[in-house]
C-alpha cells in the first residue's frame, strides 16, 4: 500500500531526534529532564527543589503546563529514544494517512497531555521527572490499533461492535501494561516505566481515533 508522506509524523519524529541529540551532546541530560520533564509535585505543591547541578548553574525550570508536551522530547538513553521513535514512524505513518497531518498533531499533543494527567493521578507528589515520548506514542499506538485491528464481530450493531472493539484493545493494553509493571517491581523507581502514562495516552488514542478521522473528511 504506497502511503501519503506522513509530514507531521517525520516533523515530531526529527525534533524529537534532535532535542535528544543536543542534550546528549552537550552532557546537560539531567538538568534538561529536571527543567522540562513532567514532575507532578510541581502541580500539586509548586515547589521543587532542584538538582545541586541546577542550583549551581542558575538553570530554570519549563512554564509546568508546557512540560507534558517538554517531556516528549527528552529521553533517558539511545535505546529509550530508539524504541520510542520506532514505533512512532511505523505506526505514525499509518495513522497519519488516515486522518492527516493536522489530526496527527492533535493525536500527539493530546495524547502528551492525558499520559501526564494519568501519572499525575498515579502519584501527585512524586518529586521526579517523568520524561520521553512513551505516552504520546501510546496514543499513536491507540489509534492505529482501533483503525487498523481486527475488528471483532461480537455484536451485529456496528456502533456496539465499535464500543466492543475499543474495549477489548483498552482491556488488552491495561493488562499488557500491569504485566510489565509487575516484571519490573522493585526497580529503582518502579523501573523507570511510567505505567498510568502509557494507559492513559492509550485510551485517548482509542478515544480520538474517530473522532480525527471524522473530522479529516468532513473539513475536505
Same mark, same amino acid.
Given at each position: 500500500?504506497?502511503?501519503?508522506?506522513?509530514?507531521?509524523?517525520?516533523?515530531?519524529?526529527?525534533?524529537?531526534?534532535?532535542?535528544?541529540?543536543?542534550?546528549?551532546?552537550?552532557?546537560?541530560?539531567?538538568?534538561?529532564?529536571?527543567?522540562? +520533564?513532567?514532575?507532578?509535585?510541581?502541580?500539586?505543591?509548586?515547589?521543587?527543589?532542584?538538582?545541586?547541578?541546577?542550583?549551581?548553574?542558575?538553570?530554570?525550570?519549563?512554564?509546568?503546563?508546557?512540560?507534558?508536551?517538554?517531556?516528549?522530547?527528552?529521553?533517558?538513553?539511545?535505546?529509550?529514544?530508539?524504541?520510542?521513535?520506532?514505533?512512532?514512524?511505523?505506526?505514525?505513518?499509518?495513522?497519519?494517512?488516515?486522518?492527516?497531518?493536522?489530526?496527527?498533531?492533535?493525536?500527539?499533543?493530546?495524547?502528551?497531555?492525558?499520559?501526564?494527567?494519568?501519572?499525575?493521578?498515579?502519584?501527585?507528589?512524586?518529586?521526579?521527572?517523568?520524561?520521553?515520548?512513551?505516552?504520546?506514542?501510546?496514543?499513536?499506538?491507540?489509534?492505529?490499533?482501533?483503525?487498523?485491528?481486527?475488528?471483532?464481530?461480537?455484536?451485529?450493531?456496528?456502533?456496539?461492535?465499535?464500543?466492543?472493539?475499543?474495549?477489548?484493545?483498552?482491556?488488552?493494553?491495561?493488562?499488557?501494561?500491569?504485566?510489565?509493571?509487575?516484571?519490573?517491581?522493585? +526497580?529503582?523507581?518502579?523501573?523507570?516505566?511510567?505505567?498510568?502514562?502509557?494507559?492513559?495516552?492509550?485510551?485517548?488514542?482509542?478515544?480520538?481515533?474517530?473522532?480525527?478521522?471524522?473530522?479529516?473528511?468532513?473539513?475536505?
Amino acid at each position: 500500500m504506497q502511503l501519503p508522506p506522513a509530514r507531521a509524523t517525520l516533523t515530531i519524529l526529527g525534533a524529537t531526534v534532535a532535542a535528544w541529540l543536543l542534550a546528549t551532546a552537550t552532557g546537560m541530560d539531567d538538568i534538561a529532564a529536571y527543567a522540562g +520533564g513532567f514532575i507532578p509535585a510541581r502541580f500539586s505543591a509548586d515547589v521543587v527543589p532542584p538538582t545541586l547541578e541546577m542550583a549551581v548553574r542558575g538553570y530554570g525550570f519549563v512554564p509546568k503546563w508546557l512540560t507534558p508536551l517538554t517531556a516528549t522530547l527528552l529521553h533517558g538513553g539511545f535505546i529509550h529514544i530508539a524504541f520510542n521513535m520506532l514505533i512512532l514512524g511505523f505506526c505514525g505513518r499509518f495513522v497519519e494517512a488516515a486522518i492527516g497531518a493536522r489530526g496527527m498533531v492533535i493525536l500527539y499533543v493530546v495524547g502528551a497531555y492525558v499520559a501526564a494527567f494519568g501519572h499525575y493521578l498515579a502519584g501527585p507528589t512524586q518529586p521526579w521527572p517523568m520524561i520521553g515520548a512513551s505516552g504520546a506514542v501510546s496514543a499513536v499506538i491507540g489509534a492505529y490499533a482501533l483503525l487498523y485491528g481486527e475488528k471483532r464481530r461480537t455484536f451485529a450493531n456496528r456502533r456496539l461492535n465499535q464500543l466492543a472493539n475499543a474495549l477489548w484493545l483498552a482491556a488488552a493494553w491495561v493488562l499488557l501494561q500491569l504485566m510489565v509493571g509487575l516484571a519490573s517491581w522493585g +526497580g529503582e523507581g518502579g523501573g523507570g516505566i511510567a505505567i498510568a502514562a502509557h494507559i492513559g495516552g492509550y485510551f485517548a488514542g482509542l478515544a480520538l481515533a474517530q473522532p480525527l478521522l471524522l473530522l479529516r473528511y468532513r473539513r475536505a
